[in-house]
């Protein structure tokens, strides 16, 4: 028997409709987005007329074509007239998901003075004697650079730098809100190894630390190490580390569960990318013998 889908916030509706003011009429309405699957999650009044009222209902979706179903169920009822639509995730997206905001305020001539000239020289000045103050000096030591090149994103495969840019607007919201680490998306028009590794290189004084993001395999496996070696800041390509730091994570503790030892399990790698490549390294180094990709 197939499975179907969970309505979920990922196919997310806000539905504003204008309802005749009659007994059972909201009600109709729940029973249509029940029948056809959706999931509500809320009902707010938003204004009341003589003979109607206008409400903002949110319901979760399965997908976009559930999207569409929920909708043609609400606007077939007589009594309802669906004013517009909003898709909730796509409003998250308007305008960007992050912004650079200033640490300290400028209120008074003095605070310009020495946020910007002429009393910023004294700190630029400090840094050119010392170059290991840029750290504490300015942004450097937390922020991160987030870079791809669009050509491996989540399922998409080879989507492009502008359409990868909500995926690194993403990573750069979990380095803040769950590490407290700022950091902004970088996300380069091309798919050149050097051109990347050199981009990189040259951009890295601003950061502390870069995390390579949906690069295509193999492409990945050199820039990686180039960067490694070239440079004095940590390098982490976050398809192939990150993943294999949760599936080691997982492994460790199933084989708890079950009583078993590293060496005699049989552990299957189901494709043999980027993620695969990095998942069969660690669990090799954690003890693995049979492995089959």
């Known amino acids: 028997m197939p499975s179907t889908p969970t309505p979920n916030a990922s196919f997310s509706l806000t539905l504003r409709v204008k309802i005749q003011n009659t007994p059972g009429k909201l009600g109709e309405i729940t029973t249509a987005i029940g029948r056809t699957g959706g999931d509500i999650e809320g009902i707010d009044i938003v204004s009341v007329g003589k003979d109607f009222l206008i409400r ?81 000096l300015t942004i450097k030591k937390n922020t991160v650079a987030v870079v791809s090149d669009g050509t491996a994103v989540l399922g998409l495969g080879n989507i492009g730098p502008a359409a990868a840019m909500p995926v690194m607007e993403g990573k750069c919201q979990l380095f803040k809100e769950f590490g407290g680490v700022d950091a902004f998306p970088i996300c380069l028009n091309t798919k050149d190894p050097h051109e990347i590794v050199q981009t990189v290189k040259n ?91």
Not at 78 to 94: A, C, I, K, N, P
Not at 97 to 126: F, H, N, Q, W
């Open 56 to 136: 903002d209902i949110t319901v979760n979706a399965a997908s976009e074509n559930h999207d569409k179903e929920i909708v043609a169920s609400i606007k077939s009822i007589d009594g309802v007239e669906v004013v517009y639509v909003s898709d909730r995730t796509f409003l998250m997206h308007l305008g960007g998901k992050i912004e650079v905001s200033s640490k300290m305020p400028l209120k008074t001539r003095s605070d310009l003075s020495m946020a910007y000239t002429p009393g910023v020289a004294r700190v630029c000045e400090a840094i050119h004697r010392d170059p290991e103050k840029r750290f504490n």
């Open 203 to 293: 951009i890295s004084v601003a950061f502390g630390g870069i995390n390579l993001e949906d690069i295509s395999a193999p492409r990945c496996f050199e820039i990686e190490e180039r960067l490694k070696e070239e440079l004095d800041i940590p390098v982490f390509h976050d398809d192939q580390h990150g993943t294999a730091v949760v599936v080691l994570a997982a492994l460790i503790n199933a084989l708890k569960i079950v009583g078993k030892r590293m060496e005699d399990v049989k552990l299957v790698v189901n494709g043999i990318g980027a993620a695969g490549v990095a998942c069969s390294k660690i669990v090799m180094a954690a003890g693995v013998k049979n492995i089959i990709g």
